[in-house]
C-alpha cells in the first residue's frame, strides 16, 4: 500500500514554542517526492516544500525546518519559534508517479493552533 | 501569474440538482487535477488530464460524477444528480510536467453544500 499517516490530529501550543509535526510513508516505489502543504483558515493549499527520495539533506527555510529518514520512512516538520499565523492545518503528501504526472496522496492532516 | 481559478467559491444546491464546477489552470500547465476534501476522507484524487486527455478518473465516485476539459485553459466537473453526501470542498489544481519543482498550484477550492 501507498499511504501517509499523521498520527497528530490536532497540536496546540503556546506561541513561540517550536513544534514538531510527524509524517510517516509507505511506499513501494524507489523514486517519490515528498510534499507539505499547508491549509489557513482561509482554505487554500499553499505549498511549503518538494523533497525527493534522493535527497536525504535536511532543508531549513526561515522558521521551518524539515527532517528527511529514509530508514524510518518519515519526512518530520518542524515550526521554530512558532508565531499565531502558522496556526494551520498541514498534510503530508506522497507523489505517486504514473504516466508522466504526480498524483498525490495526502495524510489526513494535523491541525496546528498556536495560543497567544 | 493569476495563480489557478476555480469558479464559484461557494455554492448551495438542492439534491437532485445539477452542479457544475470550474477551473482555470495556470497558462502553460500541461496536468490538471481535480481533488475533493471531506472530513471523513481527506483529500482525494478524483481525476486528473494530461494535455486535455483524461488520463486517470479512477478516483471518481460514481457515475454522476463527470468532468471534461474542451481546451487548454478550461475544465468542468459536473455532478448530475447531485446528493447531500457529495457536499465537500472541491480543489482544481495545475502542475507543468512530472518534474514541477513546486507540487501542485492549488486554487481556491469551491465549497459545495448540497441541501
Known amino acids: 500500500a501507498q499511504k501517509v499517516t499523521q498520527a497528530q490530529t490536532e497540536i496546540s501550543v503556546v506561541e513561540k514554542e517550536d513544534v514538531t509535526l510527524d509524517c510517516v510513508y509507505e511506499?513501494?516505489?524507489?523514486?517519490?517526492?515528498l510534499f507539505w502543504y499547508k491549509q489557513p483558515p482561509s482554505g487554500e493549499l499553499v505549498f511549503l516544500i518538494r523533497?525527493?527520495?534522493?535527497?536525504?539533506q535536511n532543508e531549513i527555510s526561515g522558521r521551518y525546518s524539515w527532517n528527511f529518514q529514509k530508514s524510518t520512512s518519515s519526512f518530520n516538520f518542524t515550526i521554530t519559534a512558532s508565531q499565531v499565523v502558522d496556526s494551520a492545518v498541514y498534510f503530508c503528501?506522497?507523489?505517486?508517479?504514473?504516466?508522466?504526472?504526480?498524483?498525490?496522496?495526502f495524510g489526513q492532516g494535523t491541525r496546528l493552533t498556536i495560543n497567544p | 501569474d493569476a495563480g489557478v481559478i476555480q469558479s464559484p467559491r461557494h455554492e448551495v444546491t438542492e439534491m437532485g440538482q445539477e452542479v457544475t464546477l470550474r477551473c482555470k489552470p495556470i497558462?502553460?500547465?500541461?496536468?490538471l487535477f481535480w481533488y475533493r476534501q471531506t472530513m471523513m476522507r481527506g483529500l482525494e484524487l478524483l481525476i486528473y488530464?494530461?494535455?486535455?486527455?483524461?488520463?486517470?478518473d479512477s478516483g471518481m465516485p460514481e457515475d454522476r460524477f463527470s468532468a471534461k476539459m474542451p481546451n487548454a485553459s478550461f475544465s468542468t466537473l459536473k455532478i448530475q444528480p447531485s446528493e447531500p453526501r457529495d457536499s465537500a470542498v472541491y480543489f482544481c489544481?495545475?502542475?507543468?510536467?512530472?518534474?514541477?519543482?513546486?507540487?501542485?498550484?492549488f486554487g481556491s477550492g469551491t465549497r459545495l453544500t448540497v441541501v
Open positions: 489544481a495545475s502542475s507543468r510536467d512530472q518534474f514541477e519543482t513546486y507540487g501542485y498550484t
Open positions: 511506499t513501494r516505489d524507489t523514486t517519490y517526492y
Open positions: 523533497r525527493n527520495s534522493f535527497d536525504e
Open positions: 503528501a506522497l507523489s505517486l508517479q504514473d504516466q508522466g504526472a504526480q498524483k498525490l496522496v
Open positions: 497558462s502553460g500547465h500541461d496536468y
Open positions: 488530464f494530461n494535455n486535455n486527455v483524461p488520463i486517470d
